[in-house]
């Protein structure tokens, strides 16, 4: 009974803000992508599990995690797997549950599909419940279909078009997120443009780093503090550094000089936030992580997406509280590892400010002097913040002025290009 009343107030001496994604289907998905992380996770649960959230964590979890925020607005992220493979009467479920436990306060749902099984069913309730989309497409059919693959191997652009009709034709809001690959990170402008055409206007970029571990598939990451460095290869699909560099400075060219204000790319909005000094907002570039949890179908919950790993859940919802495993001694340590483990080179960067090392979970390679716990992406990085660096202080400066970051434009139109 003490727990339900918890979610009529707000809870008390909490270290921090902090956020869950969802996964009701656990790494299940209709899709085979190529460079896919999650997949790989089905392994971790016993053979004939069913991968699919059960009321009892539903409910436990839908209302603990009201009953944890401080705010007036709640915000629920649901990820995979593939999300609509848990049905649209699971999400129904979901929101009931969200307006008995609600407090009065609002909610808010994110939802990240691939599309391909979005149907005019799904449209009328996405629509009607105010959820907001998140379509993962890495750009025009070429280089979409070059790793996103059905489990046949069949291309799934049409289809993921077919999704994005959906959710158009019944005004769902929607963004889109792309995964930076060593394909597509050769076209930044193609994928820019494609991006803006489909009607999205928040636009996530990230990076593909996954590494090869010998015989094993993918390699575990290192953890926030471990000493990476063990020289394990990349994948052939992971985007090269230098690459990513170049790819993020050949769309924020084209940004900065016409889109700031109608379109909002992730990285771009951190990096502002690191220099006017308000905060990224985001936990690859924040200088500590740990607020970021993920849990499971089964009600296991992981100190982050990167880092569901056998030896690193922190509890499950239903036999503890969020709370409890949010604040724990273990999760503390976790996130500000992310701090303590930055070698000497990160340290006295001259853009640690606006990067913090990005994700530990990039953290294997050696620093010029040897020490372990580079960053993979730290040269595309580099070129990539000190570009940007001018404009960026002008944006700052508008915001200290009152008036909008969009005025750069105008400066920019002045400016000579080049």
Known sequence: MAEGRQTEGRPQGRRAPFHVMAKPMGPICNLNCTYCFYLEKEALFPIGESFRMGEGVLESFIRQYIGSQDGDV???AWQGGEPTRVGVDFFRRAVELQRRYSGGRTIRNAFQTNGTLLDDGWGRFLKENDFLVGLSVDGPGRLHDAYRVDKRGAATFERVMRGLEVLVRHGVEFNAMTVVNRLNARHPLEVYEFLKGMGARFLQFIPLVERRAAGLGLAMPPGP???GGD?????EWSVQPA????FLIAVFDEWVRKDVGR???NVFDAALGNWSGSGAGTCVFSEVCGSSLAIEHNGDVYPCDHYVYPGFPLGN???ATLDEMVNSARQVKFGLDKREGLP????ECDVRFACHGECPKHRFLRAPDGEPGLNYLCAGYKRFFRHIDPHMRAMSRLLDAGRAPAEVMAMMARAPRG
């Open 74 to 76: 709640v915000h629920f």
């Open 225 to 227: 503090g471990a000493a």
């Open 231 to 235: 020289g394990a290869p990349v994948t």
């Open 243 to 246: 690459q990513y560099g170049k």
């Open 263 to 265: 379109v909002f790319v």
């Open 317 to 319: 919802v239903v036999s």
């Open 344 to 347: 000497r080179h990160c340290r």
